[in-house]
C-alpha cells in the first residue's frame, strides 16, 4: 500500500527537487517555455514518497491547482500545476508554489512550537511531581 503524505512535504520535496532547475533558467538560451513554470516527474517524486505517480498527478492536478491556482484580473489563469506550458509537460508556478509552500511551513510551525513548548511544560510539571514525592 502507498503511503500518504501532506501537501506540505509534497510541496517542500518539489521545491527542493528542482529549485536549481528553476534560477537555472537562462532567457539568452531557454531550456523551457517559461521561466516561472518548471517541468517535474511526477513518477520520480512518486517513487520517492513510495506511491503510485497518479496520486502525485492527482494532489497536484485535481487538489492543489484548484485551492492554488486562480485568475487574474484580466481574466487570465495562473495555474499552479499545468497539464501542460509550450512545449514542457506537467509544470508548476515556480513562484507560486515557493508562497504556498511558505504559508504550509507557517502553519506547521505554528502548530508545532506550541505543541513542544507544551509537551516540555507537561515534562517538567510531571518531574516537579515527582521530585516532591506526591
Known amino acids: 500500500m502507498g503511503k500518504t503524505f501532506t501537501d506540505r512535504r509534497l510541496l517542500r520535496k518539489i521545491y527542493d527537487r528542482y529549485y536549481d532547475d528553476f534560477v537555472a533558467f537562462d532567457r539568452s538560451d531557454p531550456k523551457r517555455a517559461a521561466k516561472v513554470y518548471v517541468p517535474i516527474d511526477c513518477a520520480a517524486i512518486a517513487k520517492e514518497f513510495g506511491t503510485d505517480p497518479d496520486i502525485v498527478f492527482g494532489r497536484l492536478y485535481y487538489h492543489l491547482d484548484k485551492k492554488y491556482g486562480y485568475k487574474k484580473e484580466d481574466g487570465a489563469k495562473v495555474s499552479l500545476?499545468?497539464?501542460e506550458t509550450g512545449s514542457d509537460r506537467h509544470t508548476v508556478h515556480f513562484p507560486l508554489l515557493a508562497a504556498v509552500l511558505a504559508e504550509h511551513e507557517?502553519?506547521?510551525y505554528r502548530f508545532l512550537v506550541p505543541l513542544w513548548a507544551s509537551?516540555?511544560?507537561l515534562a517538567f510539571s510531571v518531574y516537579g511531581l515527582l521530585a516532591n514525592g506526591t
Open 81 to 83: 500545476f499545468s497539464m
Open 106 to 108: 507557517q502553519s506547521y
Open 119 to 121: 509537551l516540555a511544560a
